[in-house]
Nanobody, 122 residues
């Protein structure tokens, strides 16, 4: 089992930045591909970004390319999502996921966190 806990969400004005964190426990973090998804009210959960278990490759949704950056710190068992130039359409609950030996393009994950709310005001 892998437990994931997201943090760092909040309320920010358009054009602002936030950094989300997802802390993992339970299994060797370095063996897991990680991803961030988001779900806005009335919408399905959508892929935002993924990073391979090796940490060498990433994949971004077109809507966040150039604004969001994923990174991982295996020593801290944590994956981060730096979000810059936030827009109201980025408002959603953000979830992190983990998959054993997952790749950066993964869309299916084995474990999920509880989510953290990001609200961007105009």
């Amino acid at each position: 089992q892998v437990q994931l806990v997201e943090s760092g969400g909040g309320l920010v004005q358009a054009g602002g930045s936030l950094r989300l964190s997802c802390a993992a426990s339970g299994r060797p973090f370095s063996m897991y591909g990680m991803g961030w998804f988001r779900q806005a009210p009335g919408n399905e959960r959508e892929f935002v970004v993924g990073i391979s278990w090796t940490g060498g490759t990433t994949s971004y949704a077109d809507s966040v390319k150039g604004r969001f950056t994923i990174s991982r710190d295996n020593a801290k068992n944590t994956v981060y999502l730096q979000m810059n130039s936030l827009q109201p359409e980025d408002t959603a609950v953000y979830y992190c996921g983990a998959k054993y030996h997952g790749m950066h393009y993964q869309r299916s994950y084995d474990y999920w966190g509880q989510g953290t709310q990001v609200t961007v005001s105009s």
